[in-house]
């Protein structure tokens, strides 16, 4: 594939500054200082690791971070930056975890957003140093149709078409996840058994090329690639796994727990993957590595398991696990699930045979009933036994609720490790304690970040609850402030 004008100037920036980069021995990766710093930033194109010696990601990162700086050289430059040495550097960025990566164009950074595997990191700096749209004579097209794992093509007939102008929009859109050429080469086009205006993507597994058949707008193809770029029965995992989510199709996970489980029933399975694509992603999951996963999604630690989990709506649909995984019941299960047939799980413990403490106890199965109801503002606490804060909130929470718990005003709580929140529930619990304000009249969900006292709470409810102004806040004293905040 011909180097285009930009990969030309990242080579000849690079060379001209090679006196200056700092490299460990037989390391492809630059060190950088405060002092080398904004001339590796003003390249063409460069990415920056930003990372601290103790940090167990950075070490797992590090021999990855290699072999990818070494595939990428020299058009690409690799680099990294040991924050707990250049602690202005890193603030200057708003570095707040380890290990943060950016993409650096001419000094101006962006998020990365790929992979952490060699792999991964390849293949999106590769998209990052073309352009969204590759132009490609008819000799080019079968190097270029393999220069990823997978590439879309585009076969057209001039550049100004209606067809054209909405395959660039799909490829700037999606220029991060893949790469994109287009010809406009009769011969191309007869090589690989198409007629213009035609897309085919191609690909490093399953049948190696699919040819589009639907209409060329943008949302058709962009639904036709994120379907068709996903292997059939892929292993999932941290790295792919929100490739599987942006498709927007559930996920049919089978938890397998040895390569016995594999062969015996993954091969049974391998065929419903095909007869439900487009519907259904069929992925294999290692159980014995992710069994937290498991749990999440209502499945006990006991392999082979399958479940489809719908991943935006936080709904699961676990398959009986008293019964024995086959083809036909996991086909008659699918069946069920794509026909609307089955209802989603939900954790829950039992509803409270009485719950008029002050504090009301709410689980997965009385959440609308005293959530949701528009009569009153609910502030709820989202805990877990073992976190440490929410212990040390306990007693000023049931204070709380003593002094202003009303029928207008009700404070809750619910263990988040043993209930599910209901589906399309529009966030995430991400921390213990997560607390949140359900406004009377419309539910409107307002996040507390204020002090964990009884003052700071009726401070925060007299200002964002609907029913605030009820609150008599001269009968609530001053509380010492309770903070902290534990990470899932």
Known sequence: MKASTAIFCAIAAAAAYSPALAKAADSDVVVL???NFDATAALPLSLIEFYAPWCGHCKNLAPEYEQAATELKPDVVLAKVDCTEEAEVCEKYDVKGYPTLKVFREGTATEYKGARKADGIVSYMKKQNLPPVST???DKVADFSTSDKVVIVGFFKDTTSKEYKEFEKVANAERDNFLFGATVDEAAAATHDVKAPAVVLFKM???????????????????????????????????????YVSSGLPIAYLFVGSDEDRKTVGSELESL????????????????????HAKNLNVKESWPAFVIQEPE????????????????????????????????????????????????????????????????????????????????????YEELAKKIGSDKIVIAKMDGTENDLPPNTPFDIEGFPTIKLFKAGSNEIVDFNGDRSVEGFVSFLKEHATN???????????EETTDGHEEL
């Not at 209409?215 to 929100?242: C, H, Q, R, V, W």
């Not at 993957?273 to 937290?292: M, S």
């Not at 959530?371 to 609910?378: Q, S, T």
């Open 313 to 396: 709506a936080n709904r699961k649909f676990p398959f009986d696990q008293s019964k024995t995984i086959t083809k036909a019941a996991i086909k008659s299960f699918v069946d069920d699930y794509v026909s609307g047939k089955i209802e989603p799980s939900l954790k829950s413990e039992a509803i409270p045979a009485t719950n008029d403490e002050p504090v009301k106890v709410v689980v997965g199965k009385n959440y609308e009933d005293i959530v949701l109801n528009k009569k009153a503002d609910v502030l709820l606490e989202i805990y877990a036994p073992w976190c440490g804060h929410c212990k040390a909130l306990a007693p000023k």
């Open 205 to 243: 597994f399953d049948e190696a090329k699919t040819v589009f058949d639907g209409t060329l707008k943008k949302a058709d193809l962009t639904t036709f690639i994120k379907t068709n770029s996903i292997p059939l029965m892929d292993d999932i995992g941290p790295e792919n796994y929100a490739t």
């Open 468 to 478: 605030g102004d009820s609150i008599d806040a001269t009968s609530v004293a001053a």
């Open 273 to 292: 993957a095909k007869e439900f694509k487009g519907k259904v992603q069929f992925v294999y999951i290692d159980g014995v590595k992710f069994g937290g």
């Open 136 to 138: 490609l004579a008819a």
């Open 33 to 35: 200082t405060k002092d």
